[in-house]
């Protein structure tokens, strides 16, 4: 009978992908502490020590995954771009109904920066340093093009069945949409102190939703731009204003100028 004792031992060997999980575990813990490290601090006060603390990780560890404190700051913006067009990608929107398809737009985007305001924050400390780190990213132009396509694919359905306006550039509705959801949550305290009203409350922010809707409803509907020519009210798209108003009655210019 052989001996047992003769057998070669082999070292129990510890599985690769358990090592990757582990790995990845570590990192996504770092970044998940980062960005509310520098949501809080800013790029400048939000330290590799701070952040490593928070991880509950060591400062090693950030340069091992991410090479410096501006990857790992770069990583962050990246992942938040990533989360909200990722969210985007999943809205339910039907574009042969390009109104209700508008509507469901305004509405994500406005709820989406109220319900992540590190988002908003976190853009506001990128702003501060002119966009110095973001530009450095190769991804974050992919995240953009998504939700400027939606809103093409909607506004080409709409004006395909002559409800919306034919002229209308994408990219501008989506600045108008971004705009009014991000100055909304970015300025919110302060508005609420200038304003005197509770800016948070649930029928402030409902209220504005509503109005931020039918804003951008009657921009890009067909009807109201041929009213609004027919009126002599407002100047044609992309004609020069000046030229417009030297062309109107005095009386129409005078009502214009009283509306600015």
Same mark, same amino acid.
């Given at each position: ?5 003769? &057998? ?37 006060? $939000?330290?590799?020590? !701070?952040?490593? !603390?928070? &991880? !509950?990780? /060591? ?7 991410? $090479? ?12 938040? /771009? ?5 969210? *985007? ?22 709820? /989406? ?52 306006? !034919? ?6 509705? /989506? ?24 800016? *948070? ?20 509907? &067909?009807? *109201? ?36």
């Amino acid at each position: 009978m052989a001996d047992s004792r003769s &057998a070669p031992k082999t070292k129990p060997q510890r599985r690769t992908g358990v090592r990757e999980a582990a790995a990845q575990a570590t990192r996504d813990s770092i970044l998940k502490s980062a960005t509310k490290v520098f949501a809080k601090y800013g790029y400048d006060g $939000g330290s590799v020590e !701070k952040i490593s !603390k928070a &991880a !509950k990780s /060591y400062d090693r560890m950030i340069y091992y995954y991410f $090479g410096s404190k501006e990857g790992l700051f770069i990583a962050v913006l990246e992942g938040i /771009y990533k989360r909200m067009d990722d969210a *985007e990608a999943a809205i339910a929107m039907d574009a042969t109904r390009p109104v209700e398809a508008l509507t469901e737009v305004i509405r994500f985007v406005l709820g /989406y920066y109220r319900k992540n305001p590190e988002f908003v924050t976190l853009l506001n400390t990128e702003n501060l340093h002119k966009g110095r780190h973001i530009s450095k990213s190769l991804r974050a132009r992919e995240y953009s093009s998504r939700a400027v396509a939606i809103i093409a694919e909607i506004l080409a359905s709409g004006a395909a069945q002559g409800l919306f306006r !034919k002229d209308l550039v994408a990219r501008d509705i /989506y600045l108008l949409i971004a705009s009014t959801g991000y100055f909304y949550t970015s300025n919110r305290h302060t508005l609420t102190a200038f304003l005197g009203e509770p800016m *948070e409350s649930p029928e402030a922010v409902t209220h504005w939703e509503d109005f931020v809707i039918e804003t951008l409803l009657r921009t890009v509907r &067909a009807d *109201e731009l041929q009213e609004a020519q027919d009126n002599n009210t407002t100047p044609p798209p992309h004609e020069d204003t000046s030229k417009w108003q030297k062309s109107q009655p005095a009386q129409s210019r005078a009502r214009s100028s009283s509306r600015t």
